[in-house]
């Protein structure tokens, strides 16, 4: 079917990431496609907005992307976002051990040899390189094997490298996350060499590289945004979705041949979808957030290891802390957090007696879905049993973790899927 034959439409449920890289991929490819966000505003958990306890726009969660994330690459070319990303010209990963005071930076080199593991200069301290080529052993862990049964549970590298980076992708601790998870996402960076692995982070906020560019070119490429539009149900006859029903009342039909992609949380698409069988069981993420006196300079991220904070990001006069798989810290009152973490933050950034002009603790406690083997089991396929009817969303079975990653890769999928299906009408 050629451009101008396309009649049919494309409703997308859930202006998050997944549903934006669906939407934008279809429209401008000539498909007619309008998005329903319930929220005010589009981006899902990768937003900025203003905060006023702060008095400076925030990032509502830290994203630590790489230059091997091809998803991502594409999808920020695709909506002119690219400009986007900042970063260091080489992969350098600094880490900053609170109980002994050691500091390193882990430097992959160029090429697929990994050399650097046996340059002590460049690998974590104490560690070995056949530590680094344990790695490999994800490749080929079976489907109930965790991080720490695969690559630990001791050992420098385990603590110093393995684990912080588990559960910063995984947001699952170490001892319950699924292995196998981790490998593609090795073997898509770190294994493709230093140009693959360079560490990349918002230049000025999420919405402004990943949101707002992508609403521009769904706009100017014919497509609709609903915000404030909930959809409540869908209703289905003959194993195909006939129509929308929206919070307020409001129904829509479909036609024969339209389609609809559901790309909101696992729970809200398992609140809509019959039968649906997704992940149930979350993991927190705990953010800080502490604007400075004054502009400690451009854009920096480093690992913590032995503290409560695990990463800690610098963009001007703001420092945010991040704490993945947080199912303790998601409890404590903010004050204590925050006390907890700016101290760890000084002492990092050696602040001295600087002290944040205001601090914000931001609690996600359902950030992602417990990338633990059973419920990685439960992801369903973009393909449901409607005939018309797609998923997208991190928690679908993308091949890769709950990241920004999966969830582009995931969108491209339906939007991939949709087409397929309209050709065949």
């Not at 509502?60 to 091809?70: A, I, V």
């Not at 990963?93 to 460049?122: H, K, Y």
């Not at 230093?194 to 590289?209: D, N």
């Not at 600087?354 to 406690?365: D, I, L, N």
């Amino acid at each position: 079917m050629g451009r101008d034959e396309v009649t049919a439409a494309i409703h997308v449920v859930g202006a998050g990431v997944a549903g934006l890289a669906a939407a934008v991929d279809l429209a401008r490819a000539g498909v007619p496609v309008t998005v329903y966000e319930a929220a005010g505003h589009a981006g899902g958990r990768c937003r900025s907005y203003f905060d006023g306890e702060l008095g400076c726009r925030i990032d509502n969660g830290n994203h630590l992307l790489l230059s091997g994330n091809r998803s991502v690459i594409a999808y920020l070319a695709a909506t002119g976002g690219g400009d986007g990303l900042a970063g260091p010209d080489r992969a350098e990963f600094p880490f900053v051990d609170l109980a002994t005071g050691e500091r390193w930076t882990v430097r992959p080199n160029s090429g697929w040899v990994p050399w650097w593991i046996f340059d002590p200069r460049r690998r974590v301290p104490g560690s070995r390189p056949s530590d680094y080529a344990r790695g490999l052993k994800l490749a080929w862990a079976p489907a109930e094997a965790t991080v720490a049964q695969t690559l630990g549970p001791n050992g420098a590298a385990f603590t110093r490298f393995w684990e912080p980076l588990a559960v910063g992708v995984l947001n699952t601790e170490a001892d319950a996350a699924a292995a196998h998870l981790l490998w593609p996402v090795l073997n898509e960076t770190f294994a493709r060499g230093e140009a693959a692995c360079r560490p990349r982070i918002a230049r000025e906020g999420l919405s402004e590289t990943f949101v707002d560019p992508a609403l521009a070119t769904l706009r100017r490429a014919g497509g609709r945004l609903r915000l404030h539009t909930r959809v409540q149900r869908l209703a289905i006859a003959n194993e195909r979705v006939v129509g929308l029903t929206f919070a307020d009342g409001e129904d829509v039909s479909l036609r024969l041949g339209d389609l609809v992609i559901v790309a909101v949380p696992a729970a809200g698409a398992a609140r809509l979808v019959p039968g649906l069988d997704a992940p149930t069981d979350a993991r927190p993420i705990v953010n800080g957030h502490f604007r400075l006196p004054g502009a400690l300079g451009g854009q920096r991220f480093i690992g913590v290891i032995g503290g409560l904070s695990q990463w800690i990001f610098v963009r001007g006069d703001v420092v945010s802390v991040t704490v993945s798989a947080a199912r303790g810290a998601v409890e404590e009152p903010a004050d204590d957090l925050l006390r907890r973490m700016w101290t760890e933050v000084a002492d990092v950034l050696d602040l001295g007696a600087v002290s944040p002009v205001a601090a914000r603790v931001v609690k996600e406690k359902r950030a992602t879905f417990a990338q633990t083997p059973a419920q990685v089991a439960r992801r369903p396929r973009c393909q449901t049993a409607f005939a018309n009817l797609l998923l997208a969303g991190d928690w679908t079975d993308t091949g890769l973790p709950a990241t920004i990653e999966g969830s582009v890769r995931s969108g491209n999928t339906a939007a991939r899927q949709a087409r397929r299906l309209i050709a065949a009408t």
